[in-house]
C-alpha cells in the first residue's frame, strides 16, 4: 500500500507541479545569513535553550544550535528563530518520500 501511495504523490507532483514540501509534509527551511531561521510544517519544540533548538518534524527531527537563539514567532507549523546560527541538523526516518 505504501507503493501505491508513494506512486501516486509522485504522478500528483509531476503533473500538477505541486511543491515537494507540501506534496510529502516535508520541512521548508529559509535562512537570512546566520541571523534568521524561518521554518515551515513542524510539529511542535520539544527543546529550547539560548544555545540549541529541537524541532519536532512529521518525519524526524530538526537541532538548531547557536548563541542567543530566540523565538521571534511562532505558528502551529511555522517559526521564526533569530540569533546567531551555526549549526543545522536533521535527523529523518530511514522510510524516503
Given at each position: 500500500m505504501a507503493g501505491i501511495s508513494r506512486r501516486l504523490r509522485k504522478w500528483t507532483n509531476e503533473m500538477l507541479d505541486v511543491p515537494q514540501d507540501v506534496l510529502f509534509d516535508l520541512p521548508r527551511i529559509t535562512m537570512v545569513g546566520n541571523k534568521e531561521l524561518?521554518?515551515?510544517n513542524h510539529r511542535g519544540v520539544r527543546h529550547f535553550s539560548p544555545d540549541k533548538m529541537v524541532l519536532s518534524l512529521s518525519q524526524g527531527l530538526?537541532?538548531?544550535?547557536?548563541s542567543?537563539?530566540?523565538i521571534r514567532?511562532?505558528?502551529p507549523e511555522e517559526v521564526m528563530i533569530e540569533?546567531?546560527?551555526k549549526n543545522i541538523k536533521y535527523t529523518g526516518t530511514e522510510e524516503s518520500p
Open positions: 524561518y521554518i515551515e530538526l537541532e538548531i544550535e547557536g542567543g537563539l530566540m514567532s511562532i505558528l540569533g546567531s546560527v
